[in-house]
Structure formats: C-alpha cells, structure tokens
C-alpha cells in the first residue's frame, strides 16, 4: 500500500516559525490511491531582492492551463492525459505547467496569459491564524526574497510533515498575493482549486475580485485521488455535457460523491456563477441555471 497523508491541525514548529497541519499515517486496507497532501505555513519577515515583469502577452478565449504542483510529490499522468483529451475535444488549447514551474513569479503572471479556464493542483491548507489561505510553490524557502510580500502576509513558508531535521521549506502565495500582488485579471475565467480547503471565503473571494467569473473547490480536506477523481468528472459534466456550474458540481457530487474520509465537498463562488456555462465561448449565462444552488447562504470559513 502507498502512504497516505490527513490534514489535521498542526503544531508550532521548534523554531515557532513554521507551522504543519499534516501528520502521517498509514491508509486503511481497502483505501485506494495516495492522500492530497494539505499544509499551514506561518507568515515570515525576511529582506527580499525580487522583481518582477508582467506580462503583457494575451491569448485566445478558448484556452486553459493545468497547474501540476502536486506532479513533485503525487504526480497522475493519466489525470493530466485525461484533462488534456477533455479540453482539446472540445477546442481548448492546453498548456500544462509542471510542479518545478510553480513558483511565486509563476503566480504573479498566472492572470496575464488570458485562460479561459484554470486547474489549480496544487497543495493549499487554511491558516486560521491569519485568515488566510495557502497555496505552494516549489521554490525553497529563504528570508531573502520576497521581503515586501513577507511583510504583509502574502508570502510566508510552509513544509511537508512528517518533516525531519534537514527537510526542505518551500514558498507559499495566500489569498492576499492573489488580491494585491498578482498582475492583470482573471477576465471571467473559471478557476478549479482542487487543493485541502480551497473555497474557504478568503480565497474564493480573492480570485473574484480579480476577475474570476467562477471559483470552485472544496471545503475541507480532500485526498489526492478523490480529488482528482471529482475533477475528471466535473470537466466531463461542464465540457462534454454543456452543464451550468451548479448542475456539473451537483451531478458531480451526486456520482463521485464527497471525499470519503474527510466528508468534505464541491463548491462554488460566487452564487451567480452557478448559471455559468464553459462551452459557450462567447461567456453567456445558461438560462436554466442548473437547479438548486450548491452553495450554503454564508461563506464557508472566514
């Protein structure tokens, strides 16, 4: 059997800079597949030398971006295959970024390139501490980059648990770098977080604000092959199907289910958006709507 990781709430580590929220443990007999690893990491202050150069490049409507971070440590080709074929069937043109191109100077230019729709694998993890939502980069940790984002948490560090003495630590972004510090807009794309606790308010809110017709993810842990699983789904549902958001989430839930472990679901933001429908490219709302709102009337999480 593979190892399997559960996102619980962590510990100050011993230098109370850093904070984990994973412990790791053996998966039951019967569980398949490997667990989506979620993370906490503390907010750090540090000198910083970076710059960046935005870009100013612009592409078609119709094309999409697989973010793999999680390709370093959990990596599914055949998800990957599975997306791509999905996308292109319908006229997607696809760019897949691997887990070694996820870095804080990828997400900063991540609104520039004009996707249509993005799908963030990605480890996430929710820092109640500072209301806030992490998301990893592959980049190591150091107090020398990135000082004005450390200042002003929207940078911050976080680690894989079990960690050992020697392990690396690695950048992560929150929902403040998405709201003050990533360059251009979303322009009514659609965003699939498929990380732990990605819908929380703060998140989800973060990428409306610049720009995002519609943020979907789930609102609590979440392991790595359900996860995938439930995303497969969804894009068959909204591409194939021509569903609305709210109907492809529903449909998906009710088929795939919630993660069987942790319980947790799909959502979307915001309420509007369950009308959205992705094969229409001229980004008209579906009239029906899809049905019943998949989304609870208060915001989960803060």
């Given at each position: 059997?593979?190892?399997a990781?559960c996102?619980?709430?962590?510990?100050?580590?011993?230098d109370?800079?850093?904070?984990?929220?994973?412990?790791?443990?053996?998966?039951i007999?019967g569980?398949?597949?490997?667990?989506?690893?979620?993370?906490?990491?503390?907010?750090?202050?540090?000198?910083?030398?970076?710059?960046?150069?935005?870009?100013?490049?612009?592409?078609?409507?119709?094309?999409?971006?697989?973010?793999?971070?999680?390709?370093?440590?959990?990596?599914?080709?055949?998800?990957?295959k599975?997306?791509?074929?999905?996308?292109?069937?319908?006229?997607?043109?696809?760019?897949?970024?691997?887990?070694?191109?996820?870095?804080?100077?990828?997400?900063r230019?991540?609104?520039?390139?004009?996707?249509?729709?993005?799908?963030?694998?990605?480890?996430?993890?929710?820092?109640?501490?500072?209301?806030?939502?992490?998301?990893?980069?592959?980049?190591p940790?150091?107090?020398?980059?990135?000082?004005?984002?450390?200042?002003?948490?929207?940078?911050?560090?976080?680690?894989?648990?079990?960690?050992?003495?020697?392990?690396?630590?690695?950048?992560?972004?929150?929902?403040?770098f998405?709201?003050?510090?990533?360059?251009?807009?979303?322009?009514?794309?659609?965003?699939?977080?498929?990380?732990?606790?990605?819908?929380?308010?703060?998140?989800?809110?973060?990428?409306?604000?610049?720009?995002?017709?519609?943020?979907?993810?789930?609102?609590?842990?979440?392991?790595?092959?359900?996860?995938?699983?439930?995303?497969?789904?969804?894009?068959?549902?909204?591409?194939?199907?021509?569903?609305?958001?709210?109907?492809a989430?529903?449909?998906?839930?009710?088929?795939?289910?919630?993660?069987?472990?942790?319980?947790?679901?799909?959502?979307?933001?915001?309420?509007?958006?369950?009308?959205?429908?992705?094969?229409?490219?001229?980004?008209?709302?579906?009239?029906a709507?899809?049905?019943?709102?998949?989304w609870?009337?208060?915001?989960?999480?803060?």
């Amino acid at each position: 059997m593979r190892p399997a990781l559960c996102c619980k709430q962590g510990a100050v580590g011993k230098d109370k800079k850093d904070i984990t929220s994973t412990h790791y443990k053996k998966p039951i007999s019967g569980i398949i597949g490997t667990g989506l690893v979620c993370f906490i990491a503390l907010l750090l202050v540090g000198p910083s030398n970076s710059s960046c150069q935005p870009s100013s490049s612009q592409v078609s409507p119709s094309k999409a971006a697989i973010v793999d971070h999680l390709s370093i440590s959990w990596p599914n080709p055949a998800f990957v295959k599975e997306c791509t074929a999905i996308l292109e069937r319908v006229g997607y043109t696809v760019n897949y970024y691997k887990g070694e191109e996820v870095t804080v100077e990828f997400y900063r230019k991540l609104p520039t390139h004009g996707y249509k729709l993005i799908i963030l694998r990605a480890h996430s993890a929710y820092i109640p501490q500072y209301l806030s939502l992490a998301i990893f980069t592959s980049e190591p940790y150091t107090k020398h980059r990135y000082v004005y984002e450390q200042l002003r948490n929207r940078v911050a560090s976080g680690y894989l648990t079990p960690y050992k003495k020697g392990d690396p630590k690695y950048l992560v972004i929150t929902d403040k770098f998405v709201r003050f510090n990533m360059k251009g807009s979303f322009d009514g794309a659609v965003v699939v977080m498929m990380g732990c606790t990605g819908v929380k308010k703060c998140a989800a809110s973060a990428f409306v604000q610049k720009g995002a017709r519609a943020y979907i993810g789930w609102n609590g842990s979440v392991s790595a092959s359900h996860t995938d699983r439930a995303t497969i789904h969804l894009l068959r549902q909204l591409l194939d199907k021509g569903h609305s958001v709210n109907a492809a989430i529903m449909q998906t839930m009710k088929t795939v289910g919630p993660d069987p472990r942790y319980k947790s679901t799909l959502l979307y933001w915001p309420i509007k958006a369950g009308a959205y429908t992705l094969n229409s490219l001229d980004s008209k709302m579906a009239s029906a709507g899809g049905g019943k709102s998949s989304w609870p009337n208060k915001l989960n999480g803060r």
